[in-house]
């Protein structure tokens, strides 16, 4: 049973504190210098509305979505794509809305990435994460995304990880420097949606699989 888990990463200062620099008396002009706290907000909803659930690469007409259990409603659980078949394509529509806020006046980076390869827990076999779970863009409704839908690959984190070693414990991802963004905006906030695929490789062996897919904002 195939499960993909969305995680966030530790969210930057969500406190903004306003100190006053300098001040002259009361009977001459007064002078205010104000610093804020940058303000990071990172929402992410998983399986973010109604026909959530993975469908195979089919021509034609779409198989309703299906799910696994870890996935039992909207807005809430993992994103288990259920029962696979080694060698298939599966697209999982809904999978995540990210909304993000921030005060930076321009813009942020979204960042995300595995945490890991994806894992087969009954093994410990693993198979690439840039070969196997892809994103691609969806919306907040009318997903219309096919097995065949174009993706971007996760890439696995060259950074320090730490915990993500099982279904249950989220994992976090310090940096020293930052990958590619797999989203941009120079706006201070906005919303992104995206389905997850699954490039189920011909040789995966028989197994519950997972991986934490960690994101990041940081402001430009």
């Known amino acids: 049973m195939p499960r993909l888990l969305a995680a966030l990463s530790a969210i930057a200062m969500v ?3 306003l100190t006053s620099a300098s001040a002259t008396v ?3 002009p007064i002078n205010v210098k104000w610093q804020a706290t940058s303000i990071v907000r990172l929402t992410l909803t998983p399986n973010y509305n109604a ?5 195979p690469a089919v021509f034609g007409a779409q198989p309703a979505p299906t799910h696994g259990a870890d996935a039992p409603a909207v807005g809430s659980g993992a994103i288990d794509f259920g029962t696979l078949l080694a060698g298939d394509t ?3 529509r ?3 809305h990210l909304n993000v806020f921030t005060n930076s006046s321009t813009g942020f980076n979204l960042y995300g990435e595995g945490a890991a390869d994806f894992f087969n827990q009954t093994d410990s076999t693993s198979t690439p994460i840039s070969q196997t779970v892809f994103y691609v863009h969806s919306a907040a409704t009318g997903d219309a995304n096919t097995g065949f839908t174009p ?3 996760f890439q696995k ?3 320090a990880v730490a915990g993500g070693g099982s279904f249950a414990t989220p994992p976090t991802i310090t ?3 930052y990958p590619a963004p797999v989203a941009s905006s120079g706006l201070s906030t906005a919303d992104f949606y995206y389905d997850y695929q699954m490039h189920v490789p011909p040789t995966a062996t028989s197994g519950a699989y997972f991986v934490w897919i960690v994101y990041t904002v940081v402001p430009q």
Do not use: C, H, Q, R
């Open 175 to 177: 940096y020293g420097s």
């Open 51 to 55: 026909g959530y659930g993975s469908i």
């Open 94 to 96: 809904y999978a995540v």
């Open 90 to 92: 599966y697209i999982y």
């Open 26 to 28: 009361a009977s001459a």
């Open 157 to 159: 984190t060259t950074a």
């Open 151 to 153: 993706g971007l690959p």
């Open 15 to 17: 406190i903004a504190t």
